[in-house]
């Protein structure tokens, strides 16, 4: 199942930016479909003010995805740390987080739902990993603790 698969042509609107600013923060993301039909998630990770991370997000009605196990996302990154999240329904307050490393190469990453845990505001939860019935949100987050700028390409987002 594609969840996204970006082109020339793709509808961005219900991926949304969400930086620190919402806590006073000054880190400064921006998405967009590049010249070659990409999503170009990039910007700058501000430490002042207490923050610290950039995130996009992509927000879609409920899926059932119980017959599936891990999302595989095709992506060129810039050699930095990353979070892959999701939400099994929008209104919760905690995600369920991967974390991968980049190259500045094309990439497969293959992220099990079972490997996904959960947590809120950087303190991870003692209740069960992602169980995969169903999802309402993706995203991707930067967040490593230093100031920094960074650069996301991103081709396609699947289920299997």
Do not use: C
């Amino acid at each position: 199942m594609t969840i996204f698969n970006f082109t020339s042509d793709s509808d961005i609107s219900n991926w949304k930016i969400l930086d620190d600013v919402v806590m006073g923060g000054r880190s400064d993301g921006d998405f967009k479909i590049n010249a070659e039909g990409h999503g170009e998630f990039s910007g700058k990770v501000s430490l002042e003010n207490n923050g610290g991370f950039s995130s996009l997000r992509y927000y879609f009605e409920s899926l059932n995805t119980e017959n599936y196990s891990k999302f595989v996302i095709k992506l060129k990154g810039d050699g930095k740390s990353y979070q892959f999240r999701v939400k099994d329904k929008r209104n919760n307050r905690h995600s369920y987080i991967y974390k991968f490393d980049t190259t500045e190469d094309w990439q497969k990453i293959e992220i099990p739902f079972s490997e996904m845990y959960a947590s809120f505001r950087g303190y991870k939860l003692d209740i069960p990993n992602f169980n995969g019935d169903q999802m309402e949100e993706i995203a991707f987050l930067i967040g490593n603790k230093k100031a920094e700028s960074f650069q996301l390409l991103i081709d396609t987002i699947s289920l299997e």
